[in-house]
């Protein structure tokens, strides 16, 4: 299947820093990525998906102006939490899609810590 | 929002046994799919079945769909304790969106 990277694996913050995730497709064009968050125990839910040179269609109660998603190519998606709290300390996850798979294939996640 | 339900939430069997998770889902659907989680890591990608299927085979994993119910559960059969992980059913409703269960966190004792 298609590898999906994610970085920083582990990232902590203080409280009102923003914090970036880069979402990278190695090995094909995602036309679409997902961003996902998972708190502890519990499933995921998603947040938003990004599609490549347009914007980011957001899940209700996820606030656009909070999490900031840019996909400016085929390979590349950014989450950036801007002004994090620790109610935002979570386990944030990316997979790529689109192009006619059927399959998502998902990133190592990201765990956010803010202090 | 999610889905539906897994059940059960939490399985401990010894290893060798088989175990049996459930899924159910509210809509219909194009297709559900399994993916597994070890702890604190990203998923991965066990077995797709097509709304038009109704069981399909994958080593030791066996999946089936019910569409009539909404239902589907996956058998991992002779586990082991590398199977320890949590295991999602994720519905695929239209533009190859996932809506994820809760999950069943599955134990395999050596």
């Known amino acids: 299947g298609a590898v999906v990277s994610q970085h920083p694996s582990r990232v902590i913050c203080k409280s009102g820093t923003s914090v970036k995730i880069e979402c990278r497709s190695l090995?094909?064009?995602?036309?679409?990525m997902f961003w996902y968050r998972q708190f502890p125990k519990q499933s995921l839910m998603l947040m938003a998906t990004s599609n490549e040179g347009s914007k980011a269609t957001y899940e209700q109660g996820v606030e656009k102006d909070k999490f900031l998603i840019n996909h400016a190519s085929l390979t590349l998606s950014t989450l950036t939490v801007t002004s994090a709290h620790p109610e935002d300390s979570s386990f944030y996850i990316c997979?790529?899609?689109?192009?006619?798979?059927?399959?998502?294939?998902f990133g190592p996640g990201t765990r956010l810590l803010v202090l | 929002s999610q889905q539906g339900e897994e059940d059960p939430q939490a399985l401990s069997i010894q290893e060798g046994e088989n175990a049996t998770m459930n899924c159910s889902y509210k809509t219909s659907i194009n297709n559900l799919q399994w993916y597994r989680q070890n702890s604190g890591r990203g998923l991965v990608h066990l077995i797709l079945?097509?709304?038009?299927?109704r069981e399909k085979h994958s080593g030791r994993l066996r999946v089936t769909l019910d569409t009539s119910k909404k239902s589907s559960s996956l058998l991992i059969t002779a586990s082991r304790a590398a199977d320890t992980a949590s295991y999602f059913c994720a519905t695929d409703a239209s533009g190859n969106m996932l809506t994820f269960g809760g999950g069943t966190r599955l134990m395999v004792k050596p």
């Open positions: 079945i097509r709304s038009n299927e």
């Open positions: 090995d094909f064009q995602a036309t679409t």
């Open positions: 997979s790529s899609g689109g192009g006619g798979k059927e399959t998502q294939y």
